[in-house]
């Protein structure tokens, strides 16, 4: 069972180069989220999805964007890096009700240089 | 804005001591509280979780306290043992009937644990 799984796990990407971060999910979850950790700062939204087909903006949404084409997938990209989204970059899925637990994937480093 | 704190940033504790990580949240509408725990290179993993309709709830060494009234949580880890060093976050989310909040979840700032051996 491989619970979230992110693709790559480490990427370096010069100022103005584009990317795309892939999550996986097989646990049939609706939700799936994606949040970038720095330092001293947690874990901070960039954006969410409630099912196959939808995206919101989180909290820092600004130069990323996200597409959830299928229910497992949850795409986020970076069309124009900039140096300010060095972070490693977090996947979440959960259920909603009873068992709202989020489970993570390990994580994506991303240097922009 | 910050709606959730999370203090201390970093913890030292010896071995066999008692860690306490205190968290505070302003939106009266969260109703789930979990403690993640996440080891370098990893992702954060759930540990513990309360609602606030109890005001303990324990899980072998790891305890969270909760006091509604101050909008404050904190978690307790008894025995502390080299093997819990790791980054610990506290975390909110709101009721579902708060409408568009969708299950995201509003993580403190983190706290670095140390035991020493």
């Known amino acids: 069972n491989a619970g979230v799984t992110q693709t790559p796990k480490f990427r370096v990407l010069k100022t103005g180069q584009s990317m795309t971060l892939l999550c996986a999910q097989d646990?049939?979850?609706?939700?799936m989220y994606w949040y970038r950790q720095d330092p001293g700062m947690g874990l901070r939204l960039i954006h969410y999805?409630?099912?196959?087909?939808?995206?919101a903006k989180g909290e820092v949404p600004d130069g990323y964007n996200v597409s959830r084409l299928k229910k497992q997938n949850f795409l986020l990209g970076l069309e124009s890096a900039a140096p300010s989204q060095t972070s490693v970059y977090f996947c979440?899925?959960?259920?909603?009700?009873?068992?709202?637990?989020?489970?993570f994937g390990q994580g994506t480093r991303l240097t922009v240089v | 804005q910050q709606q959730v704190k999370q203090s201390p940033q970093s913890l030292i504790v010896q071995k066999g001591g008692i860690s306490i990580i205190n968290c505070a949240y302003e939106?009266?509408?969260?109703?789930?509280f979990p403690w993640y725990q996440q080891f370098p290179g990893k992702g954060p993993a759930l540990l513990i979780a309360i609602r606030p309709d109890v005001s303990e709830k324990k899980e072998g060494r790891f305890t969270i306290s909760f006091n509604k009234s101050a909008k404050q949580f904190s978690l307790h880890i008894m025995d502390s043992q080299p093997g819990d060093s790791a980054t610990y976050f506290c975390a909110a989310r709101p009721d579902h009937a708060g409408g568009t909040s969708y299950g995201k979840l509003t993580f403190g700032q983190g706290t670095i644990l140390t035991v020493h051996p």
């Open positions: 939106n009266t509408a969260f109703d789930y």
């Open positions: 999805s409630v099912g196959e087909g939808t995206t």
């Open positions: 979440a899925s959960s259920y909603w009700g009873t068992a709202p637990e989020a489970f």
């Open positions: 646990m049939n979850h609706e939700y």
